[in-house]
């Protein structure tokens, strides 16, 4: 009685699932492309790393355990292209297989971290460098410059030449032209 209540309890739960009852149909389940800034770069770096030392992991094996036979003499008992023997039992024990493991897994790690040290100083050096390029922004102050011309705005009522509804800076060099050329002594008192 007890198995048949649990078999129907899972049948149920499993029929609610993938009809969906309760489920709105109104949600758009489209997923959203990452922003470019939603991870930090050294993120990206580590799961870089991660794939590639999961993706060294069976030709590392494989080279492994070729090195495993080698170093036994190429003794058709150790060979990998057999996994078996006649009776069926394994080549190797599981010592033996574990230290193949362990030692393509270490390798194939030290790829890894060596891909990630090697791209964290290449970012690094290439950040360096950009930084050298721009130098240093010093931003000087021109009260005390006597070289410094004081521009007013346009719209503003220190100046009468300029009208309140030049608003564009183009209009008030115009006007600047036009004053310049009617009084030629103030033109050549800036001089």
Same mark, same amino acid.
């Given at each position: 009685?007890?198995?048949?209540?649990? $078999?129907? $309890?899972?049948?149920?739960?499993?029929?609610?699932?993938?009809?969906? $009852?309760?489920?709105?149909?109104?949600?758009?389940?489209?997923?959203?492309?990452?922003?470019?800034? %939603?991870?930090? *770069?050294?993120?990206?770096?580590?799961?870089?790393? &991660?794939?590639? +030392?999961?993706?060294?992991?069976? $030709?590392?094996?494989?080279?492994?355990?070729?090195?495993?036979?080698? /170093?036994?003499?190429?003794?058709?008992?150790?060979?990998?292209?057999?996994?078996? +023997?006649? *009776? !069926?039992?394994? @080549?190797?024990?599981?010592?033996?297989? #574990?230290?193949?493991?362990?030692?393509?897994?270490?390798?194939?790690? !030290? /790829?890894? /971290?060596?891909?990630?040290?090697?791209?964290?100083?290449?970012?690094?050096? /290439?950040?360096? @460098?950009?930084?050298?390029?721009?130098?240093?922004?010093?931003?000087?102050?021109?009260?005390?410059?006597?070289?410094?011309?004081?521009?007013?705005?346009?719209?503003?009522?220190?100046?009468? %030449?300029?009208? &309140?509804?030049?608003?564009?800076?183009?209009?008030?060099?115009?006007?600047?032209?036009? #004053?310049?050329?009617?009084?030629?002594?103030?033109?050549?008192?800036?001089?």
């Amino acid at each position: 009685m007890k198995k048949k209540s649990v $078999f129907l $309890f899972l049948l149920f739960s499993l029929l609610v699932n993938t009809l969906g $009852f309760g489920a709105s149909t109104t949600d758009s389940h489209t997923p959203e492309p990452y922003a470019p800034d %939603e991870f930090p *770069s050294w993120l990206k770096d580590l799961r870089r790393a &991660e794939i590639i +030392t999961l993706g060294a992991m069976p $030709f590392i094996t494989f080279n492994v355990t070729l090195g495993f036979w080698a /170093i036994n003499g190429f003794d058709d008992a150790h060979s990998p292209f057999d996994g078996t +023997t006649e *009776s !069926g039992i394994t @080549k190797y024990t599981n010592s033996q297989t #574990v230290g193949i493991l362990l030692t393509s897994l270490g390798i194939s790690a !030290g /790829i890894g /971290i060596s891909d990630f040290l090697v791209h964290l100083l290449k970012t690094q050096n /290439i950040t360096n @460098k950009n930084k050298k390029k721009m130098g240093n922004i010093n931003i000087e102050s021109v009260t005390d410059d006597p070289d410094a011309v004081k521009i007013p705005l346009p719209g503003n009522s220190e100046n009468p %030449e300029i009208s &309140e509804n030049q608003s564009d800076p183009a209009d008030y060099l115009k006007s600047e032209k036009s #004053v310049n050329s009617k009084n030629p002594e103030k033109k050549n008192a800036g001089n």
